[in-house]
């Protein structure tokens, strides 16, 4: 099964930028990808997605300033955050786009604050 391990979370202030990625431990150039995120006390929600060529889809709330990428040769997968904004602050995790997902890591946490 493909381990999954987020990292590049951090203490940001508003309008501030953070760049995450998540390593897998196997090749995911076949396979659809995505990262999710999830506040206290709400559902993990779909943050954007990216599919194995390359096609892109975001959340309405990140739209304009989040950037889902892929780099298959190094089997990992980011998420350039801009603007951040307070309501942002989560765990951010990846998995698969679609289910069955993957094994979830711990993911990294993001903070905006001021």
């Known amino acids: 099964q493909v381990q999954l391990v987020e990292s590049g979370g951090g203490f940001v202030q508003p309008g501030g930028s953070l760049r995450l990625s998540c390593a897998a431990s196997a090749s995911i150039y076949s396979i659809h990808m995505a990262w999710y995120r999830q506040a206290p006390g709400k559902q993990r929600e779909l943050v954007a997605g990216?599919?194995?060529?390359?096609?892109?889809n975001y959340g309405d709330s990140v739209k304009g300033r989040f950037t889902i990428s892929r780099d298959n040769a190094v089997n990992t997968v980011y998420l350039q955050m801009n603007n951040l904004k307070p309501e942002d602050t989560a765990v951010y995790l990846c998995?698969?786009?679609?289910?069955?997902?993957?094994?979830w890591g711990q993911g990294t946490q993001v903070t905006v604050s001021s």
């Open positions: 998995n698969f786009l679609r289910p069955p997902y993957g094994a």
């Open positions: 990216i599919t194995s060529g390359g096609n892109t």
